[in-house]
């Protein structure tokens, strides 16, 4: 008895209390069988949408936008709140995020992040994008759909991004994540508005583009395989970046939201913002 | 790979149940390629009347005094830098091979994309007439710039009109594509042209403070110039000298067209050498200023300047400064500096 008791307390600690109401990655199947219980938002471009998308879906555009020199940041709140009231979603949809296929991962994924952290519950995204619906021969529907709009408030959850004072404060106490690809990260090349070659002292890398094969999610063992072989560790801080803020929401999406991670923080300005900041050296040619 | 036209196409598109020859011309009987293609006339729609015409007569007539073919802004847009002299130059040298190469036919729009310096990505969908395709469109002659802006392609704020499911034909409807029959100058005298208060009449606007605030700077600001959502680019961050950046900005100044009018301007790259090759020296360069009011395509419902009225009532953040003008541009911009 006292040991079924200590594993579950160990449980209760390893895997944080963690309920959805949907799952984090759905298949087209599972989405086909419950298409009336979701709210599908749609993220291509819109002649794309409109030529051909899943029935009910609707668009939705404008959840990253530039501002602030820096490339994807999280719109201001009125304008957020707007855009979600506008495509149908309250604060307890069920909502899945659809992107082009399995290379726009972490786009939808980015997405998705900014409703969770916009304060979206149970958000998910299709597997394979639209191209594994189409490809799985479901129905398709033309044109423009809307839904009725709903009254949404944004409320942020601060503990899904980190500002750059946090990066700045947590550099040396924080698991740094590098999402980037890897010679990106070993400091061979680098996006031209990125300051600097290489990166962050310490920082892990862990490339975004490793989460999905021929397009699909990765069965969610392999994920964590992959995970487990850097030590990372869920109980300490971590903040996860890339160059822009897009592709660092990939594994913050897998982390956080599949595998149960509750301390882990994206950080939208990533490298383009930080390497602009004096105090922070980057290195090159060294792995972490 | 798809064949240009196949059974099924043929069957579903009633201009395909024509023979290739109503449009194409050529020999159909003709045994070898040669003899096939005597006469052969590649792009029918350039003649829009000969072509399409022969079943469109009205829209073919009209659309050959469409800006779009007639590419008549392009030259009503520079010739007022021009002596009579220059004007004749203009024409003989510049418009016809330059300028007008770039018109549309009627099948740069529903056949094939445009060409767009030499460059165009072929049939859209085999040879399938489309009624409207602007990503295929539009968006490659106006790409630089506008549809870009309009998507949020560039980073910026997809336009408000798009998020909610507007391509450029809702606002700039086929008749005004196809024109109403009479030759314009540019596209400010057309007749019937896009508004915003066609859709958004001030006096149903919003909440009562913001019909104020409408009601204030009617006929003084422009709608663009508050509902900007973003940086749009100017022409200049391509065009202007060499090595020149993208640098996108909102530039607010008064409205060249109608100095008491606040508005968002676009600094157009015609410099004093612009047309030294062809001979023209452009006696009244200052005549005309080099910024001109435009309407950039990332509208938003809210920006910092509907948030904060400080944004231009103390900071004067997007204000035309004299320090900004390029070196040697026209005199004429400083009229424009609030």
């Given at each position: 008895?006292?040991?079924?008791?200590l594993i579950l307390l160990v449980?209760?600690?390893?895997?944080?209390a963690f309920?959805?109401?949907?799952d984090a990655?759905?298949?087209a199947?599972w989405?086909?069988?419950n298409?009336?219980?979701v709210v599908?938002v749609?993220?291509?471009?819109?002649?794309?949408?409109r030529?051909?998308h899943i029935?009910?879906?609707?668009?939705?555009?404008?959840l990253?936008?530039?501002?602030?020199?820096l490339s994807?940041e999280?719109?201001?709140a009125?304008e957020l709140?707007?855009l979600i009231a506008?495509?149908g979603?309250?604060?307890d949809?069920?909502v899945?995020?659809?992107?082009?296929d399995g290379?726009?991962f972490?786009?939808v994924?980015?997405a998705?992040w900014?409703?969770?952290y916009?304060g979206?519950?149970d958000?998910?995204?299709l597997d394979?994008?639209?191209?594994?619906?189409?490809k799985a021969?479901?129905?398709?529907?033309t044109g423009m759909?809307?839904r009725?709009?709903?009254k949404f408030e944004v409320?942020?959850?601060?503990?899904?991004?980190?500002?750059?004072?946090?990066?700045?404060?947590g550099?040396?106490k924080a698991?740094?994540?590098?999402t980037?690809?890897?010679?990106?990260?070993?400091?061979?090349?680098?996006q031209a508005?990125?300051?600097q070659?290489?990166?962050?002292?310490?920082?892990?890398s862990l490339?975004?583009a490793?989460?999905?094969?021929d397009?699909?999610?990765?069965p969610?063992?392999e994920?964590?395989?992959?995970v487990a072989a850097?030590?990372l560790s869920?109980?300490?801080p971590?903040?996860?970046?890339?160059?822009?803020?897009v592709l660092c929401?990939?594994?913050?999406?897998?982390?956080?939201?599949q595998?149960?991670w509750?301390n882990?923080?994206?950080?939208?300005g990533?490298?383009?913002?930080?390497s602009k900041?004096?105090t922070?050296?980057?290195?090159k040619?060294?792995?972490? | 790979m798809?064949?240009?036209?196949?059974?099924?196409l043929?069957a579903?598109?009633?201009?395909l149940?024509n023979?290739?020859?109503s449009c194409h011309?050529?020999?159909?009987?003709a045994?070898?390629q040669k003899?096939a293609?005597?006469g052969?006339?590649?792009r029918?729609?350039d003649?829009?009347?000969a072509?399409?015409?022969t079943?469109h007569p009205?829209i073919?007539?009209?659309y050959?005094?469409s800006?779009h073919y007639?590419?008549?802004?392009m030259?009503?847009g520079?010739?007022?830098r021009f002596?009579e002299a220059?004007?004749?130059?203009?024409?003989?040298?510049v418009?016809?091979?330059?300028?007008?190469?770039?018109?549309?036919?009627c099948?740069?729009?529903?056949?094939k994309?445009p060409?767009v310096?030499?460059v165009?990505l072929?049939?859209?969908?085999g040879?399938?007439?489309?009624r409207k395709?602007e990503?295929?469109t539009?968006?490659?002659?106006h790409?630089?710039?506008?549809?870009?802006?309009f998507?949020?392609e560039?980073g910026g704020?997809?336009d408000?009109?798009?998020?909610?499911?507007?391509?450029?034909?809702d606002c700039?409807?086929?008749?005004q594509f196809?024109g109403?029959?009479?030759?314009?100058?540019?596209r400010?005298k057309v007749?019937v042209?896009?508004?915003c208060?066609?859709c958004h009449p001030?006096?149903?606007?919003?909440?009562?403070?913001t019909?104020q605030?409408?009601e204030?700077?009617d006929?003084r600001v422009s709608c663009?110039?508050?509902?900007?959502a973003s940086?749009?680019?100017?022409?200049?961050s391509c065009?202007?000298g060499?090595?020149?950046?993208?640098s996108?900005?909102i530039v607010?100044?008064k409205n060249p067209?109608?100095?008491?009018?606040?508005?968002t301007l676009?600094?157009?790259?015609?410099v004093?050498d612009?047309?030294?090759?062809a001979?023209?020296a452009?006696?009244n360069?200052?005549?005309l200023?080099?910024?001109w009011?435009t309407v950039?395509?990332?509208?938003?419902k809210?920006t910092?300047?509907t948030?904060?009225?400080n944004?231009?009532?103390?900071?004067?953040?997007?204000y035309?400064e004299a320090?900004m003008l390029p070196?040697g541009?026209?005199?004429?911009n400083?009229d424009?500096?609030?």
């Open positions: 008895m006292k040991k079924a008791v449980l209760a600690l390893t895997v944080p309920a959805r109401g949907i990655v759905v298949s199947d989405l086909a069988a298409l009336s219980k599908v749609d993220m291509r471009k819109l002649d794309e949408y030529a051909g029935p009910g879906a609707v668009s939705l555009q404008g990253y936008v530039a501002k602030d020199n994807n999280v719109p201001a009125d709140a707007e506008e495509a979603i309250s604060a949809s069920k899945v995020v659809v992107e082009t290379s726009r972490a786009w994924t980015r998705a900014t409703l969770v916009a979206v519950a958000v998910a995204v394979g994008g639209y191209a594994a619906w189409t021969g479901k129905p398709t529907a759909e809307f009725d709009e709903t409320k942020f959850n601060p503990a899904y991004i980190a500002t750059k004072a946090e990066v700045l404060a550099l040396k698991q740094i994540l590098d980037r690809a890897y010679d990106t990260y070993f400091g061979l090349s680098k508005f990125v300051d070659f290489g990166h962050i002292p310490g920082a892990y490339p975004s490793w989460i999905t094969k397009g699909m999610v990765r969610k063992a994920l964590e395989e992959m850097l030590k869920p109980k300490k971590m903040i996860i970046h890339c160059d822009s803020g929401t990939a594994w913050w999406w897998i982390l956080t939201q595998m149960g509750t882990v923080k994206s950080y939208d990533s490298a383009q913002e930080i900041e004096p922070v050296k980057f290195v040619y060294v792995w972490k | 798809g064949f240009v036209v196949s059974k099924d043929i579903r598109d009633p201009h149940q023979e290739c020859t011309k050529g020999n159909a009987a045994k070898d003899a293609h005597a052969l006339i590649d029918p729609s003649d829009p009347e072509a399409c015409g079943c009205e073919a007539k009209n050959t005094l800006l007639t590419a008549a802004g030259k009503h520079v010739s007022g002596s220059e004007k004749k130059t203009f024409d003989a040298k418009f016809e091979q330059s300028c007008r190469s770039c018109h549309a036919s099948g740069d729009c529903h056949v994309s060409v310096s030499g165009n072929g049939l859209m969908n040879h399938q007439f489309a395709d990503s295929k539009c968006a490659l002659c790409g630089g710039r506008v549809y870009p802006e998507t949020g560039y704020t997809p408000v009109h798009y998020r909610k499911g507007m391509t450029c034909a700039h409807p086929a008749e196809h109403d029959g009479k030759a314009y100058p540019d400010t007749a042209k896009p508004s208060v066609t001030l006096e149903y606007l919003g909440k009562d403070s019909k605030t409408h204030t700077h006929g663009s110039a508050c509902h900007t940086s749009y680019r100017q022409c200049s065009h202007l060499e090595g020149a950046r993208s996108p900005a607010l100044g067209r109608n100095l008491k009018e606040l508005t676009r600094l157009i790259p015609t004093r612009t047309f030294q090759k001979g023209i452009q006696a360069f200052d005549a200023p080099n910024y009011n950039p395509h990332n509208i938003a809210r910092d300047r948030r904060d009225c944004t231009c009532h103390q900071e004067g953040l997007y035309l320090k070196p541009s026209s005199k004429k400083l424009l500096i609030p």
